[in-house]
């Protein structure tokens, strides 16, 4: 069994997550783009304090909500009062790449149909490719980033291992990682 299908088992932050979220498809865009900041400010970090955290900074950037275009419209007052905000993690750094990332997804929209419609249209790829894709396209998304946002949207394997209970949900979900793996059979 992989390190967080063993330790996550009966955790208060990590159960919800690993059991229900991490690795599972179908994600619409505000949900995904939520995954990315929450991988984006765990950079350096351990996944708990973001877990910790997410509720805060769900509310603190609005939602992470896409269709309303708040958080790419954020100036110096917005960035002044999130670096304020001890609810989240302050890094300045990641606090203007979200905003500007909030921008790409919007853009995403209007060129792609979507953040959704656009990780589906260059899946599969190989991790290389996806690292190189995003950061092409978006602000701190080292592979590190991109590696643990592409688990756990389901567009890359190795979520959860065989024989973690999760793991037959996940091959019901028919996650987009699978799917590549049975078209090249």
Not at 23 to 37: I, V
Not at 106 to 113: C, F, M, P, W
Not at 127 to 151: D, Q
């Amino acid at each position: 069994m992989n390190w967080y299908c063993e330790s996550s088992a009966g955790h208060p932050l990590h159960a919800p997550y690993h059991d229900t979220e991490y690795g599972f498809p179908g994600k619409d865009d505000r949900a995904l783009f939520e995954l990315l900041c929450l991988e984006i400010f765990q950079a350096g970090l351990s996944w708990e304090l973001v877990l910790k955290k997410r509720p805060t900074m769900v509310e603190a950037f609005e939602g992470f909500d896409v269709d309303v275009d708040v958080v790419a419209a954020y100036g110096d007052q917005d960035i002044a009062r999130l670096l304020d905000d001890p609810g989240i993690i302050r890094n300045r750094l990641k606090v203007n790449s979200i905003i500007h990332n909030a921008g790409v997804v919007k853009d995403l929209r209007e060129s792609d149909g979507g953040f959704a419609k656009w990780l589906a249209d260059h899946h599969p790829l190989e991790h290389k490719a996806w690292v190189k894709l995003f950061k092409k396209t978006f602000k701190f998304t080292g592979p590190e980033v991109v590696n643990e946002f592409l688990m756990s949207t389901g567009y890359l394997g190795g979520a959860h291992s065989t024989d973690c209970p999760v793991y037959p949900d996940i091959l019901k979900s028919n996650p987009p990682w699978l799917q590549a793996q049975n078209n090249k059979s």
